[in-house]
């Protein structure tokens, strides 16, 4: 997709495991493609699993994604992230994710993804949690979602 990215573009972050089960990486890709559908970019770590899942998911449907990568290499990136931003700062640069997003959904991921949804939660930021098919997956603070559809509308403010 060839546009600009507007000011006024919602910037969801997704955020879960840079390693998950194919039913965790359906629903990430879902969850992207709702996003797209609902005009929201797509913000991430830019890695592999769930973020290159919600990614092609954003992508394949016409949407804008953005890669905040924990090394020096924009070439770390997933191949679906439209905008690779290198941070040099590993970790830490899950703060900038949440930080950066208007909204998160979060997936079944380890402890990185917990403390990103922490910090989004302490950050004021609304945060809806989406399972996969087979696992369970809360957040204190979060708010829970049965499916990528409704976990998007619910980030959006519509449900």
Known sequence: MNRRLSPAARCIAVIGGSSAP???????EAVGRELALAGADVLCGGLGGVMEAACRGAREAGGFTIG?????????ANPWVACAIPTG?????NFLVVRAADAVIALPGAS????????????GKRVVTVPGD????SVP???PAG?????VRRVLGDG
Do not use: N
């Open 22 to 28: 194919p039913d965790v990486l359906r629903t990430a």
């Open 141 to 143: 603070g979060a708010v």
């Open 134 to 137: 087979s696992e369970e997956w």
């Open 68 to 76: 905040l990568l924990p090394g020096e290499d924009r070439r770390e």
């Open 147 to 151: 499916s990528a559809a409704e976990a």
């Open 89 to 93: 700062l590993g970790h830490f640069r």
């Open 112 to 123: 990185g993804t917990l403390s990103e949804a922490a910090m989004a939660i302490t950050l």
